[in-house]
Structures are given as structure tokens and as C-alpha cells.
């Protein structure tokens, strides 16, 4: 390699006469463009992941929460999964026995959430839909978990529209 005017090249190329395209310090354009450094591979690494979480939220159309249980008919609570189905533009409850219930969002009429703290330490957090079924006015009660309340009331309002109304004890929310 021969040093000319502050640029690598080789023998052949400056006996032949061929220039070879060069950058400012002096190397060569080519060679450096299409490297992978840390800081490139950095670069489309985020992009990536960018273009990835927000494709998934586009395409998040049910939120389903595991942790609810629902009274049955005798007045035991059994685990149930609660889903905001966007696609059926519907709120599904399926127990864990029992029949699932499918209730439209243009069928809820109002919703409430309640905070009680029982004498033994039990802290429940309720949630009641009021809805109707053709002329029949119908209730859904579900009791939640203090780990995944605030996220199922927040997911009323989003995929509803609807807000829950406070009633009783109002402190946790």
C-alpha cells in the first residue's frame, strides 16, 4: 500500500490510474459504509423492536383478566376469565363451571365498582354491570383482585367507553 494524498491504495490502482472513492479521513468510502458497527446494529435494533410493540398494540383486540371470581347460584365465588372482546364489540365471562355470559357493550346501561373491607381483613373489590337482555334488566357482579382492579377499570373505560361509577368506600381508587 502506497500513502498518496492521505489515501489508502494499493500498487495496481495507482499504476493503472483508477481512483478509488474516498471519505474525508482518507478511507475508503465502501469499505466503512457497510460495516455493522455497535452503534448501527443499535440503531435498527430499536427501530425493530419500535415497529414490533407498535404493531402489537394495533393488533391487541381482547384483554382478558384471569383473576376474577364470580357468584354462582348457591353464593360461592368461582374463578372466572373476564375478556374485552374488541372483534365481538362484547364483554365475555366464562367460569370456570357454568355457562359463559356474553354481554354487547351497547347492552351495558351502567357499571359501578366498590371498595369493602370486611371485619376479619378481607379488602373485596367489586364490580357490578347493569345491563339488559331485550326487556329484561340483568346484573353481573365480579369480585377482583387488588392486583388487577385498577387495570380492569382502566380497561372498561377504554374498550366500553364507559367509566365505572364509585360507590362506598372510595379510598382505593
Known amino acids: 500500500m502506497i500513502l498518496v494524498e ?7 490502482s495507482v499504476r493503472a490510474g483508477y481512483k478509488i472513492p474516498t471519505s474525508r479521513k482518507g478511507r ?11 452503534s448501527i446494529v443499535k440503531r435498527i435494533v430499536s427501530v425493530l423492536l ?19 371470581k364470580v357468584p354462582n347460584l348457591q353464593g360461592k365465588q368461582i374463578k372466572a376469565v373476564l375478556t374485552f372482546s374488541d372483534n365481538d364489540k362484547a364483554v365475555e365471562v366464562r367460569p370456570a363451571k357454568g355457562d359463559p355470559v356474553n354481554i354487547s357493550y351497547s347492552q351495558i346501561d351502567k357499571c359501578s365498582y366498590e371498595y ?4 376479619m381483613g378481607d379488602k373485596n373489590y367489586w364490580l357490578k354491570v347493569e ?6 334488566h340483568k346484573v353481573l357482579v365480579l369480585l377482583m383482585t387488588k392486583n388487577n382492579y385498577i387495570r380492569i377499570l382502566d380497561a372498561l373505560k377504554t ?15
Open 131 to 136: 345491563y339488559h337482555d331485550q326487556d329484561a
Open 6 to 12: 492521505g489515501a489508502f491504495r494499493c500498487k495496481r
Open 116 to 119: 369493602t373491607n370486611a371485619l
Open 28 to 38: 475508503e468510502k465502501w469499505g466503512t459504509r457497510f460495516r455493522y458497527t455497535s
Open 159 to 173: 374498550h366500553t367507553g364507559i367509566d365505572a361509577e364509585i360507590v362506598g368506600n372510595a379510598k382505593k381508587r
Open 50 to 68: 419500535l415497529v414490533l410493540i407498535v404493531a402489537a398494540l394495533g393488533f391487541a383486540d381482547e384483554t382478558s383478566f384471569r383473576h376474577v
